[in-house]
């Protein structure tokens, strides 16, 4: 068993900046896929961004070069820098853990990001 913790949303100016963090307590964390999604109010979860136990990483918004994710294994760590915000990213931030072999999947609950002003 473990969780995972979001933190670093809140309230932003359009063009403003911010960097969310999501603390894993999980055993291997080093083994996981590392994803972060959002859901905005009437919409679905979206992909926003992965990052593979090898570091590769691959995006599923729009405008991705306004994305960058990262992950630090020694602090268990993964993180998402998100630039040049617009209104469209209000939305709740999750973040998600992944491995197949064995499948195992845990989720955050979630870090909100208000874009407005």
């Known amino acids: 068993q473990g969780y995972l913790v979001e933190s670093g949303g809140g309230l932003v100016q359009p063009g403003g900046s911010l960097r969310l963090s999501c603390a894993a307590y999980?055993?291997?964390?080093?083994?996981?896929?590392l994803g972060w999604y959002r859901q905005a109010p009437g919409k679905e979860r979206e992909l926003v961004a992965a990052?593979?136990?090898?570091?590769?990483?691959y995006f599923g918004a729009s405008d991705t070069w306004r994305f960058s994710i990262s992950r630090d294994n020694t602090k268990k760590t993964a993180y998402l820098q998100i630039n040049t915000l617009k209104p469209d990213d209000t939305a709740v931030y999750y973040c998600?853990?992944?491995?197949?072999?064995?499948?195992?999947?845990?989720w955050g609950r979630g870090t909100p990001v208000t874009v407005s002003g």
């Open positions: 990052i593979k136990s090898d570091f590769g990483t």
């Open positions: 998600e853990a992944q491995t197949y072999t064995p499948p195992r999947r845990y």
């Open positions: 999980i055993d291997n964390f080093y083994a996981y896929e």
